[in-house]
């Protein structure tokens, strides 16, 4: 049975750090890109991060650039996101997905990303 278990969100205060993980288990074959969703209750899930496991390139979205860096460790199945100077919009609750194929990473859609995890909640104050 397909995974994905997010681990690493709590609460910070303006500036800090924290870094989420997203193991993957349970897949035949390896998805074709990870992704990094956020959601704040009554407003749509906002894409943060993705990256293609085969290249390793790497899109972010405007709000999180030079603040989040996301990254694979294929020989953990994981993927991160470690989230620096860390600002109070970003709290939400954090999602980690996965897709096949080649459509989802270039269009960072959430409808593209058929397995997703429980989420994980980060909390930023000020």
């Known amino acids: 049975q397909v995974q994905l278990l997010e681990s690493g969100g709590g609460s910070v205060q303006a500036g800090g750090s924290l870094r989420l993980s997203c193991a993957a288990s349970?897949?035949?074959?390896?998805?074709?890109?990870m992704a990094w969703f956020r959601q704040i209750p009554g407003k749509e899930r906002e894409g943060v991060a993705r990256?293609?496991?085969?290249?390793?390139?790497?899109v972010y979205a405007d709000s999180v650039k030079g603040r989040f860096t996301i990254s694979q460790d294929n020989a953990k199945s994981t993927v991160y996101l470690q989230m620096n100077s860390l600002k109070p919009e970003d709290t939400a609750m954090y999602y980690c997905?996965?897709?096949?194929?080649?459509?989802?990473?270039?269009?960072?859609?959430?409808?593209?990303?058929?397995?997703w995890g429980q989420g994980t909640q980060v909390t930023v104050s000020s």
């Open positions: 997905a996965a897709a096949f194929g080649v459509t989802a990473c270039p269009s960072g859609t959430a409808a593209y990303f058929i397995n």
């Open positions: 349970g897949y035949s074959r390896s998805p074709t890109c």
């Open positions: 990256i293609y496991l085969g290249s390793g390139i790497t």
